[in-house]
Nanobody, 123 residues
Framework: QVQMVESGGRLVQAGASLTLSCRAS????????MGWFRQAPGKEREFVAA????????NYADAVKGRFTIAKDSAKNSVILQMISLKPEDTAVYYC????????????????WGQGTQVTVSS
């Protein structure tokens, strides 16, 4: 079966940089888009960033645009989220997702999800 595993989350100070990684396995994913979502305590899951199957088109939430960068590797079965200038409000569990997506920012459009990795940003 399909499995997606995130890694890289940890405790950092405000202003720090951090890179999250996610790798998918279990089948061929050549036509699949990938995205990142996050869920903070007391809040609903929200869109962070997405990247098309080609790796060319990207989408970002307003809250992270200019600070976060999403990218795929050449095999198109993994995705990273490079984060800079982290803020306490970025604290959340970050989830990677994959699917044949029609709406990059819509969680319901994704077929597969990882278990999440915790990012904590302290002042």
């Amino acid at each position: 079966q399909v499995q997606m595993v995130e890694s890289g989350g940890r405790l950092v100070q405000a202003g720090a940089s951090l890179t999250l990684s996610c790798r998918a396995s279990g089948r061929t994913f050549s036509n699949y888009d990938m995205g990142w979502f996050r869920q903070a305590p007391g809040k609903e899951r929200e869109f962070v960033a997405a990247i098309s199957w080609s790796g060319v088109s990207t989408n970002y939430a307003d809250a992270v645009k200019g600070r976060f960068t999403i990218a795929k590797d050449s095999a198109k079965n993994s995705v990273i989220l490079q984060m800079i200038s982290l803020k306490p409000e970025d604290t959340a569990v970050y989830y990677c997702a994959m699917g044949e997506v029609g709406r990059p920012a819509a969680a319901d459009d994704y077929d597969y999800w990882g278990q999440g990795t915790q990012v904590t940003v302290s002042s």
